[in-house]
């Protein structure tokens, strides 16, 4: 497997976009392969998940360390470990600091069409606003909250008896297959980024102009 595609992924949760990712490297035409699953909490599904494939996991707790600056730090170098080429911070519920995001390009995905509901809840925030499509993007991450260049969006419909729970569902059904596409694409073509625009293909991956 060519080294661009060892990633590092990032979970706070149940870990259905981590599960995709572990499938889809199942296959080594896929170009990329998880070679380790950080959290911010022990005991959920997406450690298990990680377990259960054999791949090597770690945890650091914010609660942990006297200062965010020692845990951005501490989880950077956890993540340095395992020398990834991309991290993808998949439902992972904390912004990482300047130790990882200038170190490594970090990949975030987000349930809404940004820049509309950004932050914790934007499945939530969608609902309340009364939007009739949502979605989801997949993004660079920068030191803001889902603020970073764009790299996909896909949009999804609200219907009328929705929930928080469905339409989350109905999203993530959507983000799982838009995740694996653009880490697969970003680890077999290479990307570029230039100001806000991200264009993936036929460039070395991970060059700023
Ligand atoms: C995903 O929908 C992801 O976009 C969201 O958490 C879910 C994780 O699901 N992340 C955010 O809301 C970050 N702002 P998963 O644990 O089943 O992959």
Same mark, same amino acid.
């Given at each position: 497997? !060519?080294?661009?595609?060892?990633?590092?992924?990032?979970? !706070?949760?149940? %870990?259905?976009?981590?599960?995709?990712?572990?499938?889809?490297?199942?296959?080594?035409?896929?170009?990329?392969?998880?070679?380790?699953?950080?959290?911010?909490?022990?005991?959920?599904?997406?450690?298990?998940?990680?377990?259960?494939?054999? /791949? $090597?996991?770690?945890?650091?707790?914010?609660?942990?360390?006297?200062?965010?600056?020692? =845990?951005?730090?501490?989880?950077?170098?956890?993540?340095?470990?395992?020398?990834?080429?991309?991290?993808? !911070?998949?439902?992972?519920?904390?912004?990482?600091?300047? +130790? &990882?995001?200038?170190?490594? +390009?970090?990949?975030?995905?987000?349930?809404?069409?940004? $820049?509309?509901?950004?932050?914790?809840?934007?499945?939530?925030?969608?609902?309340?606003?009364?939007?009739?499509?949502?979605?989801?993007?997949?993004?660079?991450?920068?030191?803001?909250?889902?603020?970073? +260049?764009?790299?996909?969006? *896909?949009? /999804?419909?609200?219907? +009328?008896?929705?929930?928080?729970?469905?339409?989350? *569902?109905?999203?993530?059904?959507?983000?799982? @297959?838009?995740?694996?596409?653009?880490? %697969?694409?970003?680890?077999?073509?290479? =990307?570029?980024? !230039?100001?806000?625009?991200? @264009?993936?293909?036929?460039? &070395?991956?991970? *060059?700023?102009?």
């Amino acid at each position: 497997m !060519s080294k661009a595609g060892r990633l590092v992924v990032l979970v !706070s949760g149940s %870990g259905t976009n981590l599960q995709a990712l572990l499938d889809a490297s199942a296959d080594p035409s896929y170009g990329a392969r998880v070679v380790a699953v950080g959290a911010d909490r022990d005991g959920i599904e997406g450690l298990a998940r990680a377990t259960r494939a054999q /791949v $090597p996991t770690f945890v650091e707790k914010l609660g942990d360390y006297a200062t965010r600056a020692e =845990w951005d730090a501490a989880i950077a170098a956890r993540i340095a470990a395992y020398e990834p080429d991309l991290v993808v !911070s998949a439902g992972f519920m904390k912004i990482l600091g300047p +130790p &990882t995001l200038d170190a490594f +390009p970090v990949l975030n995905t987000h349930p809404a069409l940004l $820049p509309s509901f950004p932050g914790a809840h934007g499945v939530r925030d969608a609902l309340v606003h009364g939007v009739k499509v949502t979605g989801c993007t997949v993004m660079l991450a920068d030191s803001g909250v889902d603020t970073g +260049p764009i790299v996909a969006q *896909e949009a /999804v419909p609200v219907l +009328p008896d929705d929930d928080e729970a469905v339409l989350h *569902e109905r999203i993530k059904t959507v983000e799982r @297959r838009l995740l694996v596409e653009i880490v %697969g694409r970003m680890a077999r073509e290479g =990307w570029t980024v !230039s100001g806000r625009q991200v @264009r993936i293909g036929n460039l &070395t991956g991970g *060059e700023s102009t």
